[in-house]
């Protein structure tokens, strides 16, 4: 690889094969609300990836497992309005959106959902219509607000934005921050359905909430795409993620989580993001977690590849590819 950019995994790259797999380093950083450094966590997530043991127990064999990856350059733009900014991300999926790649987005703030669903829609599966798509979130926050502080672009806005672009069903795991406002969002509208952290590890009947999550995990059918703001996971095991909070998931739930939604018999994960990720200093934890949970996804991936569960739509073109330019939101003005 050209640059000073790491490879995901540490691995040697040919910049001119046909990918199987894309990792798209999403650096982007204007709505965090509370910490810093989202716009580094990307790169601090990458260079991690390089300790990050190749062997996953579903694969007998070491990632990439025979297929190829490719780490693409992190996203950049100089677009000047915010809106600009969402569609410049748009663009920068958008290659990567068509089927014949899985895409992993590494974020960058949770604001990058919107854009990098508007670039899915083009998906073979989705023939434009998000309204087929299933979003699973996992997340902390239910990041279902109108607004925050008026900006309704917000990190904090996410979900809602996804379902205003017309996603078909979102499923939301280890949710244990929320305002009444995003309550009743969560009660008055039925694409949502929400998995709180309260429920999923309860000291006492949690096990069983989790039985049936990871059960309704399974039932999932059609297209989906997995979004994990790594937030989700208990504050401990990301301390320098914008907004750590008590009470969360543990990593053998994400992971289990990961597993089961690609291992439902019919569905198929057609892109996925890690986002929130942000380096800490001191010690590896945030990014290291952060990339052990990407390199499970590509583990998962790699996996429903191998039980039929992937359907490459389209031939892989070799070689690289630039980015589109794409109107959506700045059609919102
Ligand atoms: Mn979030």
Redesign the pocket.
Known sequence: MEGDVPTMLGLDEDPWAAPDMVVLPLPYELTTSYGQGTADGPMACLEASAQVELHDVLLNEDLPAGLTIRTERPWSSDAGSLLEQLDAIEGYVRPWASGDVFPLVLGGE?GILPPVLAAMREHATLEGDLGRLTVV?L???A?LRSDLDGERWS??C??SRALDLGVGRLIQIGIRAHSLEEEERIRSDDRIETHYARDLLSPCGGAAHWARLVEALRAIQGPVHLTI?I?GLDGTLVPATGTPVPGGLTYWHAYEAIEAVFAAPKATVISADV??ICRQEGSPLTQFTAAMLATKVLGAHVHARREGRWDASADSTPGPRKPLVCGTFSGFR
């Open positions: 949770h979130q997340d902390a926050h990041d990190h904090a996410a979900a703001d937030d986002n929130e």
